[in-house]
């Protein structure tokens, strides 16, 4: 199988979990209490974690996958880089928006149009570096009054800016795990 089809390989399972429980429960997976961190410093914890994406990314053998129904090193960076971009507009929307809607994201079928497996690693760790750069530079720029503000995602998810921070962060610290960084 070619990198390329590595991405449109049916073994991958589309994950169409709610993962909003983290924000209420320990994660088992990667052990992180989501709920107990402190939201203005997801901007420090995003910064801190691009040094460690930038060095996933050199690995010789990021774009191979450990298992065949598992993302790659590589499309696990992507995602991380597409999730820091989404949650930078929402976070940007719900400052902007009295309890602000966010327009679907299907995370998997963007793996697939944007082949993810078959990315140039440099050229992601340079735009996953922007968008963590970008992001960390929003949440410190959150003014004091605005952490309770809210916005709600397709699927009927309410979030407070306090919460959807808490969230991204998982969803980055998680994928670390995921890769053994």
Known sequence: MS???ASRDPAIVPDDKDW?????EPCPECGLVTGEVEAAAVGTLVRDSLSRWRRVLDRADVARRRRPDVWSDLE???????VLSVMHDRLRLMLLEDDARFANW???ATAVDDDYAGQVPGDVARALTSAGERLAAAVDAV???AWGRTGQRSNGSTFT???L???LWHDVAHHLVDVDA
């Open 76 to 82: 696990y960076a992507c995602h991380v880089r597409d």
């Open 3 to 5: 990198t390329t089809d």
């Open 161 to 163: 800016v306090e919460t």
């Open 106 to 108: 299907d995370q998997d």
């Open 143 to 145: 003014p004091a009054d």
């Open 20 to 24: 909003t429980w983290v924000l209420r």
């Open 165 to 167: 921070l808490q969230y």
